[in-house]
């Protein structure tokens, strides 16, 4: 009987574990409407080459992919998490003001690549210089690598 219940839980960690990465194409019209917005107002030039849901446990996130190799994920409720433009630049309406302001003083003539919202609630960037900078919730410097 032992062998049997563990067989049993050992099928059912191995089917979740295989479940646990469920990516899927999708339509661009299936994205959360937000999602949606966001793509048509700040990218509204770029063609989406790929719209895709990633399943995890207990999230779900969208992930576009544009013609161009820049992307943009999002979570579940269709906010942003992380603007890729790979080579171009992160619209500066995606950008905050005082991160704008602290690159344009600090970084003149460099472009921001990259912006990712962290958990905790700061932010991360890629200059074109290839320094990226860590931003706390205020918008203080507190990371800088290269």
């Keep these: 009987m032992k ?11 191995v089917s979740l574990s ?3 990465d469920d990516d899927r194409p999708i339509q ?3 994205l959360p409407s937000k999602a949606q917005a966001f793509v048509k107002e700040h990218f509204p030039q770029e063609k989406v080459a790929l719209a895709k849901m990633e399943k995890d446990f207990f999230d779900k996130k969208y992930e576009v992919i544009f013609a161009n190799s820049s992307k943009v994920e999002f979570l579940k409720d269709g906010n942003w998490k992380e603007v890729d433009c790979k080579y171009s630049s992160v619209p500066e309406a ?8 602290y690159v344009k003083t600090n970084y003149a003539g460099q ?3 990259k912006i990712e919202k962290e958990d905790r609630g700061g932010y991360e960037i890629k200059l074109s210089g290839g320094l990226e900078l860590g931003f706390d919730k205020r918008f203080q410097l507190i990371d800088i690598d290269n």
Excluded: D, S, T, W
């Design 94 to 101: 995606v950008l905050p003001n005082a991160i704008k302001q």
């Design 18 to 20: 295989v479940r646990a």
């Design 111 to 113: 472009k921001v690549l």
């Design 3 to 13: 062998k049997i219940v563990a067989l049993f839980v050992c099928l059912l960690a």
């Design 28 to 30: 661009f019209e299936q």
